[in-house]
């Protein structure tokens, strides 16, 4: 019985790893999309601005929204990965780090 609560809690472990290393990759394509969709879509983002900014867009978009980003690292930004930056760009979490790295970016 102890020795099956110890392999249970080793393949807990392992698969919390393995999300973990997934959900990183994931973030690090996405956070390529929404960057490419700043510098292309929005020209109003300052080009010191865009790392910080997106940033903030990932650090706020659901994991849904992630793996639309990801999916759209791969076949290209598109129309639909701009209408959703914009949508995670208008939460009030996502202003309100957007103006601290903002003024930080800005001020760098």
């Known amino acids: 019985m102890r020795a099956l609560l110890i392999l249970s809690l080793v393949a807990l472990t ?10 990183g990759v994931a973030r690090k394509s996405a956070k390529a999309a929404v960057a490419e969709t700043l510098v292309t879509r929005f020209p109003m ?3 010191a601005a865009v790392t910080p ?19 759209d690292a791969v076949i290209g930004v598109r129309e639909t990965t701009a209408v959703l930056v914009r949508g995670v760009l208008e939460r009030p979490e996502t202003q309100s780090c957007i103006t601290k790295a903002g003024v930080a970016a800005l001020t760098a």
């Open 14 to 23: 392992a698969c919390a790893e393995t999300t973990q290393a997934v959900d």
């Open 45 to 47: 983002v300052p080009k």
């Open 53 to 71: 900014f997106s940033d903030c867009i990932i650090d706020n978009a659901s994991a849904r929204e992630i793996g639309e980003f990801a999916k």
